[in-house]
């Protein structure tokens, strides 16, 4: 039964797409946030605005 | 902050926790999003531990530093002559600010945790293991002072009423029977050679070194201004010119930007430093695009630095601001010897100014 369901609802879909097209449905809008400023990456930050910034800096002892 | 977090390393047992206590966890960064999403209490919170990171966010391994911590090494290392022979002790000479006892302090917490991971926390004679003492002294320390220092780093209960030779016989039977390997004196420019009293300390550091097995490391203020191992010396000075022969004598030169070398340890400084900063707005060159505002505030004195870092973190705080910037650091004071180098600094670039002003007129 749900097999058969299936089958029906994906040639329902996929009839009314144009060719090349998904069935997904489409992401609900998101609210609008507030652009975050970039923050300082520590060693475990991977953030791209860092990458290699930092490989002369000293160590520092614990 | 939490008073449990007062603490001295004059004492044995903060020294045991200092050298005991696991690293700082740096709290994890948030967005100003973040942060204003946090309840009152959960930002004050958060807040406090961000104070309390920048004032304690580890040691920055300077070249400065490991230079000292090298030779200390070798120092040590090599000093496992048998009683009847003389060790030779090691001596960090600079001007303050410098971070001569964080230098002396960090080589020998290394030491200490060595030691007692490799020989167990007690003697063999069942004594607490002590690897390193610690004392600093002070103005006009005396010979019972001095004793008494060590003594109560110990906890030894004869401290407060014994004789300066009492004491002195407490200090070794406590080296002794601690296994202790490293003597830390730090502040030696407290001691005066021209003072009677002055002599006499000196005169006894020089019995202690003959006594116990054990590496001094002194850290003083212009120690060689003040002739305390001047060569040549003659007469009752001559003890002076003695220890000017044990002692190795370590310089800790401030940082410096006169030259490529130079400018590229100081932008490894600062960028050490960003790296470790827990600030909403901060980001990769905040304080590197600093780098001549900085050396000029604070002449290449780590300490000063590091003061001036600490305090703006906490202003960038309270404020809300959540960066580091030119405006931010000059609303703050730090020690007077770099305030009175920056003035001076901006005098002389202002006249330089005006100089090249009227010659291109």
């Given at each position: 039964m749900a097999a058969r369901l299936a089958t029906e609802y994906a040639a329902l879909t996929t009839a009314a797409l144009p060719a090349g097209e998904s069935a997904a449905p489409a992401p609900l809008p998101q609210p609008l946030a507030e652009p975050e400023p970039a923050v300082a990456g520590g060693d475990d930050d991977d953030g791209d605005l860092d990458e290699g910034f930092y490989d002369d800096a000293f160590e520092v002892l614990g | 902050m939490s008073a449990g977090n007062l603490y001295t390393l004059s004492r044995k047992e903060g020294w045991r926790r200092w050298a005991d206590t696991a690293s700082r966890t740096r709290p994890e960064p948030l967005t100003i999003a973040q942060l204003r999403r946090l309840g009152e209490d959960a930002k004050a919170d958060y807040d406090d531990a961000r104070h309390d990171w920048h004032a304690n966010f580890g040691t920055i391994k300077t070249p400065q530093l490991a230079a000292i911590h090298d030779q200390l090494d070798e120092i040590v290392a090599t000093n496992r002559q048998d009683p009847d022979r003389v060790r030779c002790a090691a001596v960090i000479d600079?001007?303050?600010?410098?971070g001569k006892t964080t230098i002396a302090d960090t080589f020998a917490r290394d030491f200490d945790r060595t030691q007692r991971r490799r020989h167990g926390e007690l003697t063999d004679a069942g004594h607490e293991h002590l690897p390193v003492f610690r004392v600093g002294l002070s103005s006009r320390t005396t010979l019972r002072t001095l004793n008494r220092n060590i003594c109560e780093f110990y906890g030894h209960p004869g401290s407060d009423r014994a004789n300066a030779a009492q004491l002195a016989s407490f200090a070794v039977d406590c080296v002794l029977s601690c296994g202790t390997r490293i003597g830390i004196i730090d502040d030696l420019h407290f001691v005066d050679p021209n003072r009677r009293d002055g002599v006499d300390v000196s005169n006894h550091l020089k019995w202690l070194a003959n006594e116990l097995p054990v590496t001094f490391l002194y850290a003083g203020v212009g120690l060689a201004e003040r002739r305390l191992f001047s060569e040549g010396l003659t007469g009752d000075s001559a003890v002076m010119a003695q220890t000017a022969r044990r002692w190795t004598r370590l310089e800790l030169p401030p940082f410096q930007i006169t030259d490529k070398a130079g400018k590229r340890h100081w932008l490894s400084l600062l960028k050490a430093t960003e790296r470790q900063l827990v600030l909403a707005r901060s980001h990769p060159g905040m304080l590197s695009q600093l780098e001549d505002y900085l050396f000029a505030r604070t002449t290449g004195h780590i300490g000063s630095y590091i003061t001036l870092i600490t305090r703006g973190c906490y202003k960038a705080i309270r404020s809300g601001q959540e960066l580091l910037d030119e405006q931010q650091f000059d609303a703050i004071r730090i020690d007077e010897a770099a305030e009175v180098a920056r003035r001076q600094l901006h005098a002389t670039t202002a006249r330089r100014h005006r100089t090249s002003a009227a010659s291109g007129r």
């Open positions: - | 600079a001007l303050p600010g410098l």
